[in-house]
């Protein structure tokens, strides 16, 4: 009988208010209960709460004693007004919020409670810079559709998201809330809700196994070039590094706006890191095999001799392996060590550098350069995540 009574005359399209000139305040907060998932591909962004929503109408007052004291009825969504919620920034088809069978509370002062049980997916730019240590911000724009701000004020109850009753999400950790009512020019309800990434799962399953994958790339220069897998082993850690690339970019979005993942520049100096081992083995081997009957060009042998650590003297350009040279026994000569001085000359005569000694210097350079840049490179990226 109450709510007959109540509606009796009563117009639901018509908002509430004794004094038009002057706003209807409703009074805005959300309960945040879950972020249920965030696609960087989509830029959507879903999440699962109630928003409490709450105002004056003072149609729908009464006197407690005239009804069995009776301090508090419902009524459904459809047979009272209420403001036309939607969210701005929706990701799928623009939708009001609440539904038509749903109660709302009413208590006989003309308070009006309205608690919705909501799922919004909006649009959320996915910054990837720092993947997989990113930090993502979205925000969620509530707005009374078709009513301005001369009709109604929205007022945020609190600074923050109530995450009382928040479930942990198993991908993300909640950093932060922010809710706040804005004027821009309509009233609007702005919620921001920033979160962080748990990077464990991807640590594990992709950094950690290309950084090996990269320091075992190096290993192929001790492999013995009679062995005939140089070749093999550095084109299956290339393949084995493009893999991973091609894996951590279809979790990516497709955009070069606004940052790249660095990740994926690291990936990709991997790859010509490989690429240019690839090489250098290729000509390791040909240095190798190379025929005895070439000679090793002067500056050759002096770099090979600095890097096998042995004494660089005077060079000797002859054949790999040259004839034993014959000294006269009547005009040879003598230091003061005991030591065979060669004719008029006093420095020693070596013998000449043969190309296999040449790959092994080589195979020692790119060995020790390769190491080098490859840690460089790992460091770097270490140390920009964690200025990040």
């Known amino acids: 009988m109450l709510n007959a009574d109540l509606l009796n005359g009563y117009n639901p399209t018509v908002h509430p208010g004794l004094n038009y000139s002057e706003p209807l305040n409703i009074n805005v907060s959300f309960?945040?209960?879950?972020?249920?998932?965030?696609?960087?591909?989509?830029?959507?962004?879903?999440?699962?709460?109630?928003l409490y929503v709450a105002w004056f109408d003072e149609r729908l007052h009464w006197t407690p004693s005239s009804y069995n004291n009776l301090m508090v009825t419902h009524f459904k969504q459809k047979e009272i007004w209420t403001p036309p919620f939607l969210l701005a920034n929706n990701h799928d088809d623009i939708a009001m919020i609440g539904n038509d069978e749903l109660h709302i509370s009413v208590t006989y002062t003309g308070e009006v409670s309205w608690d919705?049980?909501?799922?919004?997916t909006s649009l959320c730019d996915a910054d990837v810079r720092y993947y997989p240590f990113d930090q993502q911000s979205c925000s969620l724009v509530l707005s009374p559709w078709g009513y301005s701000s001369n009709l109604v004020q929205?007022?945020?109850t609190g600074s923050t998201l109530d995450t009382a009753q928040?479930?942990?999400?198993?991908?993300?950790?909640?950093?932060?809330?922010?809710?706040?009512?804005?004027?821009?020019?309509?009233?609007i309800i702005l919620m921001t809700i920033m979160f962080e990434r748990k990077a464990l799962f991807f640590v594990l399953n992709f950094i950690l196994p290309t950084i090996f994958m990269c320091f075992?790339?190096?290993?192929?220069?001790?492999?013995?070039?009679?062995?005939?897998?140089?070749?093999?082993?550095?084109?299956?850690?290339?393949?084995?590094?493009?893999?991973?690339?091609?894996i951590v970019s279809s979790n990516l979005p497709q955009t070069s706006s606004p940052e790249m993942a660095l990740l994926c520049y690291l990936l990709v100096i991997h790859i010509v890191l490989s690429v240019m081992i690839m090489?250098?083995?290729?000509?390791?081997?040909r240095f190798y095999f190379r025929s005895d009957e070439q000679q090793v060009p002067g500056y050759i042998s002096k770099l090979t001799r600095i890097v096998n650590n042995k004494t660089c003297g005077n060079l000797k350009t002859s054949d790999v392996s040259p004839e034993p040279q014959k000294t006269d026994p009547v005009t040879a000569k003598t230091g003061p060590d005991?030591?065979?001085?060669?004719?008029?000359?006093?420095?020693?005569t070596y013998d000449a550098v043969t190309w296999n000694q040449v790959s092994i210097a080589f195979d020692k350079v790119c060995f020790t350069f390769f190491l080098l840049t490859a840690t460089l490179c790992n460091l770097a990226f270490g140390v920009r995540l964690s200025a990040s």
């Open 338 to 348: 005991g030591a065979e001085l060669n004719g008029d000359n006093s420095v020693p």
């Open 116 to 120: 919705i049980p909501v799922k919004l």
């Open 279 to 285: 090489v250098c083995v290729i000509l390791g081997l």
């Open 216 to 246: 075992i790339n190096l290993f192929v220069f001790a492999l013995p070039a009679e062995s005939g897998e140089r070749v093999g082993f550095s084109i299956t850690v290339l393949l084995a590094i493009a893999v991973f690339l091609s």
């Open 166 to 187: 928040y479930t942990e999400n198993s991908i993300w950790n909640l950093v932060s809330t922010d809710q706040r009512s804005l004027q821009r020019p309509d009233w």
């Open 154 to 156: 929205l007022n945020a």
């Open 31 to 50: 309960s945040l209960r879950k972020i249920q998932t965030f696609d960087e591909l989509t830029s959507a962004f879903t999440i699962i709460g109630v």
